[in-house]
């Protein structure tokens, strides 16, 4: 999949309500990411340099540079009150660069995620579940 939407993370789910309304936590996106230059309006995933989780937000202003075709971008989450300046970003980091983009969403499924968020907040359900199926396999043995 990550060869047709040449993303390296094609599928994301939402972790936060930062982007309510236009997205709830637990929401599955699906990312492309294509030559064609990233625009404001645009709702892209990014990673920020020392942080683990890839962010989901819009991007408020974008700041082309002709000479080497990199694209500076100030983003924000819609349900934030103030752009990610200070609070997402990296202490004196001022924009995101179109290099830090893991993808642009370009569609989504409601809710399938909070599968994976209810496994990450509760790992013994893991381990409940990894049993349950095992039993149901060996309960099930073709005779």
Same mark, same amino acid.
């Given at each position: 999949?990550?060869?047709?939407t040449?993303?390296?993370?094609?599928?994301?789910?939402?972790?936060?309500?930062s982007?309510?309304?236009?997205?709830?936590?637990?929401?599955?996106?699906?990312?492309?990411?294509?030559?064609?230059?990233?625009?404001?309006?645009? &709702?892209?995933?990014?990673? /920020?340099?020392?942080k *683990?989780? $890839?962010?989901?937000?819009? +991007? @408020?202003?974008?700041?082309?540079?002709?000479?080497?075709?990199?694209?500076?971008?100030?983003?924000?989450?819609?349900?934030?009150?103030?752009?990610?300046?200070?609070?997402?970003?990296?202490?004196?980091?001022?924009?995101?660069?179109?290099?830090?983009?893991?993808?642009?969403?370009?569609?989504?499924?409601?809710? &399938?995620?909070?599968?994976? /968020?209810?496994?990450? *907040?509760? $790992?013994?359900?893991?381990? +409940? @579940?990894?049993?349950?199926?095992?039993?149901?396999?060996?309960?099930?043995?073709?005779?």
């Open positions: 999949m990550a060869v047709f040449n993303s390296e993370s094609p599928i994301v789910v939402v972790l936060s309500e982007m309510e309304p236009a997205f709830q936590r637990g929401d599955l996106l699906f990312l492309t990411l294509g030559s064609d230059p990233i625009r404001a309006g645009d &709702i892209c995933v990014f990673k /920020i340099k020392n *683990d989780i $890839p962010i989901v937000h819009r +991007v @408020l202003e974008v700041h082309d540079n002709i000479q080497t075709g990199e694209q500076f971008l100030l983003t924000k989450g819609d349900n934030n009150g103030l752009n990610d300046r200070g609070s997402v970003y990296n202490p004196q980091q001022m924009w995101v660069s179109n290099k830090d983009v893991v993808g642009r969403v370009k569609g989504f499924l409601p809710y &399938i995620g909070m599968v994976t /968020i209810i496994l990450t *907040d509760y $790992p013994s359900l893991k381990v +409940v @579940l990894l049993a349950a199926m095992g039993l149901i396999v060996f309960m099930t043995k073709e005779e």
